[in-house]
């Protein structure tokens, strides 16, 4: 195969752009794809520091090279972010992609932070899988949104930006249809607004096919952890999974299909959710983050505390 471009080799097919591209072409169109993106849904408009979520993952270490390639030119600060999750009974998975993300760090020369959960929150992942009454995936993605909110405010940033890439993006959106959660999908968002208490939110990736960001991130030389978490369970459960193999089989009979699936939802459907009625945010009465009206503290604190009360009770025993 030729690059459309040049006539070298190339190394990917972009089918539903009727482009083969060569390594140095295709580094070009997906920099310029995930600008356009940024530009398009006006992401970083207002952005003065953007804490990057990095889990040492291919998508969160791609995002993570782009913007700060970005930075230069549109005036902005790259801060990282890295939560060690404590996810190592039986592995180093957690441990590993701490290292990973590191690395990125360090050969970017950005400023970062990690977040140990076990030392600065007192318990891991790994413990609420079998003490938290809830699926681990759900209690991780809690946890998650909450250390991701705190750090970003901690390291001095307006906005937050998660490598969510178009496959996952897909996935929810066609989760939320399958089974009417109206509050998901209109909560599912490329850009959330900083309001009540929280920062601006970002998914500069969210057009982006994972099969893309992979080849960037193995083409350019990102150091990237390529294991999955050993809880091996994705965000919707089976469902969730079967959904995604559907779409992406589609995909291969209707090249941008994803893409157009996602892009129709964020322009043309997503407004209407506009109007539906907002909740009205209090703060915890622990942590004095923002939390519904109706708990006087917050869902991770909640959980936080079960798994503190168990640890103070085994060690009164």
Avoid at 47 to 62: H, N
Avoid at 111 to 138: H, N, W
């Amino acid at each position: 195969m030729q690059c459309t471009k040049c006539g070298n080799k190339a190394i990917i097919r972009i089918s539903y752009a009727n482009l083969l591209l060569c390594s140095i072409h295709f580094w070009e169109w997906f920099e310029q794809r995930v600008e356009r993106t940024v530009k398009k849904y006006r992401m970083l408009e207002g952005s003065r520091v953007v804490a990057v979520a990095v889990s040492g993952g291919k998508d969160s270490t791609t995002l993570l090279h782009v913007l700060h390639k970005l930075s230069s030119t549109h005036g902005f600060e790259v801060i990282g972010i890295n939560i060690d999750l404590g996810i190592d009974v039986g592995t180093r998975y957690s441990s590993l992609s701490t290292e990973f993300a590191i690395k990125n760090f360090e050969a970017l020369g950005v400023k970062y932070r990690v977040v140990k959960l076990q030392e600065e929150y007192g318990f891991t992942i790994d413990e609420a899988k079998v003490k938290v009454r809830r699926p681990v995936c759900s209690t991780c993605g809690l946890v998650k949104r909450y250390v991701m909110e705190r750090a970003g405010k901690e390291v001095g940033a307006d906005t937050l930006a998660t490598g969510h890439n178009l496959n996952d993006v897909a996935q929810f959106v066609m989760s939320g249809y399958h089974s009417g959660d109206v509050s998901n999908l209109a909560r599912l968002r490329a850009v959330s607004p900083a309001e009540n208490g929280y920062l601006k939110k970002i998914k500069p990736l969210f057009l982006s096919y994972e099969r893309e960001i992979t080849t960037y991130a193995l083409t350019k030389g990102i150091p990237f952890i390529m294991d999955s978490c050993p809880h091996n369970l994705r965000v919707g459960g089976p469902t969730g999974d079967k959904l995604r193999r559907i779409l992406e089989e589609t995909e291969d009979q209707i090249p941008g299909f994803m893409f157009r699936l996602v892009e129709n939802f964020e322009d043309r459907v997503r407004p209407f959710f506009e109007d539906l009625p907002k909740f009205n945010l209090g703060k915890c009465k622990v942590c004095g983050m923002p939390t519904n009206m109706d708990r006087e503290i917050c869902s991770f604190c909640a959980v936080r505390s079960r798994l503190l009360e168990g640890k103070r009770g085994a060690v009164a025993k």
